[in-house]
């Protein structure tokens, strides 16, 4: 087992990591920008070191400054978090050739999975539904219009290199196909240095279902089991739940087992997430691959009684798993709302500032996974996630309960927050009833 790791990020999930190595017996080396200086949760870690300005160019995201840290710090494994270099293949080759443990995929797999014309062709040799579209990039205008007539209008132009709803345009006929066409690839080259593209059926009105899956060295590949995260807005996801409701137990076990397949097929090791979208007769269809721990990873370990943090650092020395598929056995329901600093009102424009007073939930099956503190102050710089509340409880109905009896105790004095937003959403009928699909939020509130 490791000695000392670094903690390359900041917030919640650094926290997060340096309470899982402290559990464990690792020291931690933490480190933080001009703008993260004096945090209370640097206090947890062994050490903390400055890596740069406030600006994550300069400091998070400056890799021969991170490399230094690990260096001082004299860290064996670097836990990258998510976000900032978490999935960043350059920055895995640079820890490998330095010989600081990545705790992650390897390279190898990161670049594979990160070009999804290339997981979109390794999901289909691996027997996993992908939206019909088209087998490789989509070089002509000729091309374009022909496979689009085959497979039908509305199509989806997607970057090779993009993700995460980053430069993808609809076309809804021939005639926007062709202008969107080459639009998209100056967009693709401007945005990521790879103007390649390729085509799917735009599927109307999808939700948005990831199964989590953790795979050794050794070949043992489990899921468990999966998220719901259809409750977003403008790509952000705002709430996640487990299991995904109203979807058949058939479904859910199948798309379950063709995640293990495609991971498999990748040599992918450590944490990941496939994620899929779900048409409205439950047709499942991969997306593209996550390559690295989740925000909203502790629905898992909360339905799963598994922490994914320990996991992902006992994989990266090289242990085996210590449980096989039949040993997880997911139970209850579990909710997750994502508390940011924004103002719901004002199109969750961020707020960052000073919390005056803030009063944390508490009681049975609820989980507040945050860096933030009453005198606190958010700053601007960075994404405006303050905390994750997260609740376990028998049945779904009871998580929705517990999730508006926590929302209800938390106080955040001083700045804006998404919690009464949040209020509205789990009061809305078809939140309850479990209808929620990619569109609900910006559909019923126009936000
Ligand atoms: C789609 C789609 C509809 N049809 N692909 C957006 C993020 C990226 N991971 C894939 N995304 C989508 N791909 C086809 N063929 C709709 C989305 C999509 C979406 C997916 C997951 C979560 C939220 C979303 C919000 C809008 C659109």
């Not at 917030?11 to 309470?19: K, Y």
């Not at 990941?272 to 048409?279: C, K, N, Q």
């Amino acid at each position: 087992m490791y000695k000392r790791i670094l903690v390359a990020n900041r917030g919640e999930i650094a926290l997060r990591v340096i309470r899982a190595c402290r559990e464990m017996g690792i020291e931690t080396v933490a480190m933080y920008s001009e703008a993260d200086r004096g945090a209370a949760y640097l206090d947890l870690a062994d050490e903390a070191y400055c890596v740069g300005p406030a600006k994550s160019a300069q400091s998070y995201l400056k890799i021969d400054r991170v490399i230094s840290v690990a260096e001082v710090g004299n860290v064996e494994a670097i836990h990258p978090g998510y976000g900032f270099l978490a999935e960043n293949a350059h920055f895995n080759e640079i820890c490998s050739s330095c010989k600081i443990d990545f705790i992650g995929p390897t390279p190898e797999a990161m670049n594979m999975l990160g070009d999804k014309v290339q997981a979109r062709g390794l999901a289909r040799s691996a027997d996993v539904p992908v939206v019909p579209g088209s087998e490789g990039l989509v070089e002509t205008e000729a091309d374009a219009v022909r496979l689009a007539n085959e497979i039908g209008f509305p199509v989806l132009i997607k970057a090779t290199a993009g993700g995460g709803g980053k430069g993808m345009r609809v076309a809804a006929n021939e005639l926007v196909l062709k202008s969107a066409l080459q639009q998209a690839k100056n967009e693709a080259e401007a945005t990521f240095g790879n103007s390649g593209v390729y085509l799917e059926k735009y599927i109307e009105r999808p939700r948005h279902v990831e199964v989590q899956i953790v795979a050794d060295n050794h070949g043992n590949v489990v899921h468990l089991w999966e998220r719901d995260c259809s409750t977003q807005r403008r790509h952000q996801k705002l709430i996640e739940e487990s299991p995904a409701p109203n979807l058949p137990e058939g479904t859910r076990s199948e798309m379950c087992e063709a995640a293990v397949r495609l991971i498999r097929k990748a040599g992918y090791t450590n944490a990941g997430t496939v994620e899929f979208i779900v048409d409205q007769e439950h047709n499942y269809y991969f997306i593209e691959v996550n390559a690295r721990i989740q925000v909203e990873h502790p629905v898992t370990e909360v339905v799963t009684g598994i922490d994914l943090i320990k996991t992902q650092i006992m994989i990266a020395t090289g242990e085996r798993l210590p449980f096989s598929q039949g040993d997880v056995k997911p139970s209850g329901a579990a909710i997750e709302c994502r508390i940011n600093a924004e103002n719901p009102d004002a199109n969750f424009r961020p707020c960052p500032g000073t919390i005056e007073r803030m009063i944390v939930p508490g009681g049975f099956g609820v989980r507040f996974d945050s860096h933030a503190h009453s005198g606190y102050t958010v700053p601007t710089h960075y994404d405006s996630m303050i905390g994750k509340l997260i609740v376990h409880q028998p049945t779904r109905r009871e998580a929705i309960e517990c999730m508006l009896r926590a929302l209800d105790e938390l106080r955040v004095d001083g700045i804006d927050t998404t919690t009464d937003f949040h209020k509205k959403v789990l009061n809305h009928s078809n939140f309850i009833e479990g209808w929620v699909d990619t569109t609900f939020v910006e559909r019923t509130w126009l936000s």
